[in-house]
């Protein structure tokens, strides 16, 4: 089988880097630098983050985009030859779904692909659910998956679940 690439993408703060680190069964590459204006934390991904997956059988490249727009550059580079997508969105900052949906509409318009919504941080009260997230974003609620990116069984599943779309 050939090796899927799958961008995981989202605004800043949004738990990319960490989802890739989670889940990469190899070394990652990450390009975090110190941020340069207030973004609510000390470090950004300026470039990439890139970790590979086995699962079911299936080698996922993944591929994190930077979240701030000035490297909005990098996410026509990234999801070039992607074969999916997962949208993080923090469920605790809905100020931050506006810029979720437009970077969703942005990818999907520059690489027509499958997807799936991954709403971040369930296990920190109170949070957004992801009923509630996709009722927000517009998106069927198939396509909306809770998870924790710290955690390797609950991070997978927007890969799990973008597997089953994709077949």
């Known amino acids: 089988m050939e090796p899927l690439k799958v961008v995981v993408s989202g605004p800043v703060g949004s738990g990319k880097s960490t ?3 989670t889940l ?3 070394a990652i590459v990450d390009t975090d630098a110190f941020a340069s204006e207030p973004i609510g934390k000390d470090m950004t991904t300026v470039a990439l983050d890139y970790g590979t997956l086995r699962l079911d059988g299936q080698l996922l490249y993944l591929f994190g985009t930077p979240g701030q727009q000035r490297f909005d550059f990098m996410w026509d580079i990234l999801t070039e030859g992607a074969l999916g997508l997962v949208l993080l969105v923090r469920g605790d900052r809905p100020q931050d779904f506006p810029q979720a949906r437009r970077q969703l509409d942005y990818l999907l318009s520059r690489q027509p692909v499958p997807y ?4 971040t941080r369930q296990d920190k009260p109170p949070v957004w659910g992801p009923e509630e997230v996709a ?3 517009g998106q069927p609620s198939e396509y909306v998956v809770g998870l924790n ?17 994709m077949l």
Not at 116 to 119: A, C, D, K, L, R
Request: aromatic share 6%; hydrophobic share 50%; glycine share 4%.
């Open 149 to 165: 990116a710290t955690d390797p069984k609950s991070a997978v599943q927007p890969l799990l679940r973008l597997l089953e779309l």
């Open 19 to 21: 989802f890739v680190r």
């Open 135 to 137: 009722l927000y974003l």
């Open 116 to 119: 799936v919504v991954g709403v």
């Open 24 to 26: 990469s069964e190899t």
